[in-house]
């Protein structure tokens, strides 16, 4: 299947009654006539829904359709695109080991590596992952994955992913890629060296704002058998080259509550089949408007990877083919207008979220970075002048109006 209609068909539920779109399992537990029938499904000798905190019909629906769409062995979908961070990295990294990751991230995942994942023994070392020679000077024994973000969040960089999965298998190490940003239709990220890949469906998979939840993707590209995890080994037998999803599943997930109300997967799912008509519109849309950016006295800088002069064009050009996302941020001469900018918006939204049909706008540095320090605010690219634009849907036209009007007004 391609692209389009496996975000359409794939994992389709088909029962008796013809329905067209995945039924809303809203059951807590699923019942069997007979005891002896229970008691092969808990032994795993029949396959079977026991309890909706380990797995549910609709939610295995939309497993199966973001497996497919990233060509994966497994998925398994959370209720955040945290709980999937944090479901991959408490079965892959315990106490006394070590991580590696991007400098630049998503405010919400540096600070659950800092408040939870360090807190529970974890290292985390960030690299310029820029600098194969960083990352590498940052590996040690202890590591047990490296962590970046496919088109970083706010900052906008873009690594070169075939190059830093070099570098993984070099030291046998799982390379774990947040692909929130780009969405499996900007790019197969399998192909390029990713292990286990992340999503926040809450973004561009739902694509409207609906619904919290996210996802992760064993690609089968790392063979697990020689991970160095304590609940990776347990697996690394019985279930081979499923052992990553057996034991996230079984030893994390399950235990952490981390399963997804299966009405918010619904609206996953029914997001999943217009996602590469969306794409296509926030790139295009995000093009136009950062070229409309550009030109435009009052704004000093435009960061958007599809401008000819970006540092990181190539490697998108490469990696996403000529396509470059829906975010964008721009720089104004300090807070005060950053302020004024949006108060004077018409559609934009003044909200923290991204890949919304609506285009949305934010301060992050009064915002999600407000409790982060000066370096911490650098490392993810924030400064008092920056804002973030998630450019949505609508008719462009529409869109430059409402900024060049708002612009005039400051
Ligand atoms: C939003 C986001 C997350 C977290 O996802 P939630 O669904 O909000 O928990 C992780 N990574 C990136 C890049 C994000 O934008």
């Known amino acids: 299947m391609n692209f389009e209609t496996a975000a359409v068909h794939a994992g389709s539920i088909k029962d008796s009654t013809g329905a067209t779109h995945a039924p809303v399992y809203q059951s807590a537990s699923f019942a069997y006539e007979k005891a002896g029938e229970i008691e092969c499904v808990f032994q795993g000798k029949k396959f079977g829904y026991v309890y909706s905190r380990i797995s549910n019909p609709t939610v295995t629906a939309f497993e199966l359709r973001m497996n497919a769409l990233e060509g994966g062995i497994g998925a398994i979908a959370t209720s955040s695109g945290m709980s999937a961070i944090a479901t991959t990295a408490f079965t892959l990294a315990e106490n006394g080991s070590e991580i590696v990751a991007s400098k630049s991230l998503f405010g919400g995942t540096y600070l659950f590596f800092k408040e939870i994942l360090e807190s529970s023994g974890v290292k985390v070392i960030y690299a310029d992952f820029n600098s194969a020679d960083d990352i590498e000077s940052s590996i040690s024994e202890r590591t047990r994955f490296l962590f970046l973000e496919s088109i970083s969040n706010p900052k906008l960089e873009i690594y070169d992913l075939k190059k830093i999965s070099a570098t993984a298998r070099k030291y046998n190490l799982p390379l774990v890629v947040d692909n929130t940003v780009t ?6 990220a399998k192909d390029f060296g990713a292990d286990i890949i992340i999503h926040s469906a809450t973004k561009y998979i739902t694509g409207n704002g609906t619904a919290v939840g996210g996802v992760l993707i064993d690609t089968g590209n790392y063979k697990w058998n020689s991970h160095q995890s304590t609940k990776i080994k347990s697996y690394a037998g019985k279930a081979g080259s499923f052992a990553f999803i057996a034991a996230a599943r079984s030893k994390v997930y399950q235990h952490l509550g981390f399963a997804p109300a299966p009405q918010n997967v619904f609206f996953h799912l029914l997001g999943l089949e217009t996602l590469a008509l969306r794409m296509e519109r926030h790139c295009s849309n995000a093009l136009k408007l950062a070229e409309f950016f550009r030109e435009q006295p009052k704004i000093t800088s435009v960061n958007y990877p599809g401008l000819n002069d970006n540092r990181y064009r190539q490697a998108a050009l490469r990696q996403f083919g000529d396509r470059y996302g829906g975010l964008l941020t721009i720089e104004l001469e300090g807070r005060e207008k950053c302020f004024d900018l949006i108060d004077n ?4 939204k003044n909200l923290a ?15 999600i970075y407000s409790n982060c320090s000066g370096d911490e605010k650098s490392n993810a690219g924030v400064n008092s002048r920056l804002l973030r634009i998630s450019v949505g849907i609508e008719n462009i036209n529409d869109i430059i109006e409402d900024f060049s009007s708002a612009l005039e007004k400051i």
Do not use: C, F, M, Q
């Open 183 to 188: 969405t499996p239709y900007l790019w197969r």
């Open 345 to 348: 918006l018409k559609y934009a």
């Open 353 to 367: 979220n991204i890949g919304d049909t609506k285009t949305l706008i934010i301060h992050p540095e009064s915002t």
